[in-house]
């Protein structure tokens, strides 16, 4: 059937195509009956090639470890309840004591193995939080006793009631103060975050993290909500997650961190994680040490994958080179032609809008960050300082060192290089010093907000403010050789000084505005003459001088423009 015949039944069906276009299976059958024929769908189905064993069979499922998110606004000491949980120092060695990433850390209780995730609790983080949350089995509710509930607190118990996950609440900091443990209960009452002891079905326990006060109680209240749940899983089927986190080492190459959600996985697999693929090298526990193999519900870093998945992505196990490199070249293809349809052609309205655009100042930014997830974090954050002076444009992003071709698309496009906890390598520093470019680095997203400001605020034009200095009327005029007219005056109010800028009036009518060329006294030439005084006055281009001319003295002080929101 000729490609005509086909647009023009499509278009009495009410659908506006080009030859070009693609349409799916269901209106490519219902078009094709119309023409008496029948279709084969011979597509390409990865379902097909990922094995997908019956987790549902009771036969099959083994307990598995509860997935637990520590949730909570910044600086309630969520990171220091976990260090104090695992025993280790992970709040110390993120800049500003602020989490900046999910962490992934299996803990080894009196109860049995517990994962727990760490979200950060910065506001730019609420796509990582989320995250975490849909990952999890029960989210422990962070909350400051002497602080209450704030926004991120807020966010977290809609991630929690989003996600259909059973919320535990840790009162942290106690201790101090200033705590107010009853205050902070009614307020997570007008949440709807009900504690036991009012009434309610969520468990609250009352926590030093510092001190380690109340942490046997908080894990004996987590082991007794997953004992609750029945957590099971099939540990014998192909391994099967989702990927908590990704970043580029210099030495290592692409390291992810998956939590398996199903099976088994073993060093020497073969998986498919995104629109990536390859061989598992290397599997690591969350402390760095070596494992041979990993089950469900256990967080652990991979080695040997072809590129950096974002977090979020599924990861799967699969059978052998072939079928795991068939299924990530699928999914490269899928996601270019997604791109290509979201970025619409070059219209008329396109071009015109853009033109209208450029009105405003333009900053370009180049980001490079160390992990996935802060670079989705950092993107919003940065998207969201436009304002109507300065736009904000993305030019370049990734994840990784900044690179030579990092600098030269900076160069090419006039864009700033800014890393999160990313720094250049030894080329892109030698080709940044030689063409004098700044490259920026910052550790904490606060910092990397405000240099983006000074930034934006660099571009805007200076802003004249006029100070007005003093007045002065023309009493006698006198003609001088060589000078011209010199206009005799009396100053009314202020100074009048030499250089200043000056505006000649005639009652209502503005006749000049220029520059004093020249101030005397008896004589004598003055720099400045105050109130009460007289003065010969000379003004540069001007000198039709008539008695009670007004002289307005000013000068324009240069400021800096403020950024509005």
């Not at 079905?201 to 029945?230: T, Y």
């Not at 090298?281 to 089950?295: A, F, I, N, P, Y």
């Not at 736009?391 to 600098?407: F, P």
């Not at 983006?452 to 006198?478: C, H, K, N, T, Y």
Request: proline fraction near 3%; aromatic fraction near 4%.
């Amino acid at each position: 059937v000729k490609a005509s015949a086909v647009v023009a039944k499509l278009m009495e069906m009410g659908m506006m195509v080009t030859i070009n276009q693609s349409v799916d299976q269901e209106t490519a059958t219902l078009v094709a009956s119309e023409f008496e024929f029948e279709t084969k769908d011979v597509s390409f189905h990865e379902s097909s090639l990922l094995e997908t064993a019956p987790q549902e069979d009771p036969d099959n499922l083994k307990p598995r470890p509860p997935v637990v998110t520590v949730m909570g606004h910044v600086d309630h000491g969520k990171t220091t309840l976990l260090d104090a949980l695992r025993e280790g120092r992970v709040a110390s060695a993120e800049h500003g004591g602020i989490t900046q990433h999910i962490g992934a850390y299996d803990v080894e209780t009196s109860h049995g193995h517990v994962t727990f995730l760490d979200t950060p609790g910065h506001e730019a983080f609420t796509a990582m939080r989320a995250r975490g949350a849909k990952l999890t089995d029960v989210v422990v509710l962070v909350v400051a006793a002497d602080d209450g509930v704030m926004p991120q607190t807020k966010e977290a118990i809609d991630h929690a009631k989003a996600a259909e996950v059973p919320l535990v609440v840790a009162l942290n900091k106690i201790d101090a103060s200033g705590a107010t443990p009853q205050k902070v209960l009614q307020q997570l009452s007008e949440y709807g975050v009900l504690s036991e002891q009012w009434g309610g079905d969520v468990q609250v326990f009352e926590i030093s993290a510092k001190k380690r006060q109340g942490l046997q109680e908080l894990l004996e209240g987590i082991a007794v909500q997953a004992e609750m749940m029945n957590l099971q899983a099939n540990p014998d089927c192909k391994a099967s997650g989702v990927v908590i986190e990704a970043q580029l080492d210099r030495g290592r190459g692409p390291l992810v961190t998956l939590l398996l959600q199903a099976g088994t996985l073993k060093q020497g697999d073969w998986i498919v994680a995104g629109q990536y693929s390859g061989r598992v090298r290397s599997l690591l526990d969350s402390q760095g040490q070596q494992l041979k193999q990993v089950g469900p519900c256990v967080p652990v870093q991979i080695l040997g994958l072809s590129g950096v998945p974002k977090p979020g992505d599924s990861c799967h196990c699969v059978e052998g080179d072939r079928v795991a490199k068939l299924i990530a070249t699928h999914r490269s293809q899928q996601q270019r032609e997604r791109e290509l349809i979201h970025s619409g052609g070059a219209s008329l309205e396109n071009v015109l809008q853009k033109t209208s655009e450029k009105e405003n100042k333009l900053l370009r930014l180049i980001i490079k960050t160390d992990v996935f997830g802060s670079l989705e974090a950092v993107e919003a954050a940065v998207k969201g300082l436009s304002t109507s002076q300065v736009e904000v444009e993305i030019v370049h992003s990734g994840v990784g060192t900044i690179t030579e071709s990092d600098v030269n698309l900076a160069l090419t496009t006039g864009a700033h290089v800014i890393g999160f906890h990313s720094k250049p390598d030894s080329k892109a520093q030698k080709r940044a010093t030689r063409s004098k470019l700044t490259l920026y680095s910052c550790h904490v997203i606060y910092d990397m907000v405000d240099q983006v400001r000074q930034l934006m605020q660099s571009l805007l034009d200076p802003v004249f403010e006029e100070v007005v200095l003093g007045q002065a009327q023309v009493r006698q005029i006198f003609s001088v050789s060589k000078l011209g007219k010199i206009a005799g005056c009396v100053v009314s109010e202020g100074v009048m000084a030499r250089s200043a800028h000056v505006r000649v009036k005639r009652g209502e009518e503005l006749l000049c505005t220029s520059r004093i060329s020249g101030l005397r006294r008896f004589k004598e030439d003055v720099r400045r003459v105050e109130a009460g005084y007289e003065c010969g006055i000379e003004v540069e281009g001007f000198n039709d001088w008539q008695e009670a001319d007004v002289l307005e003295c000013f000068e324009r002080k240069q400021t800096e423009a403020k950024l509005t929101d």
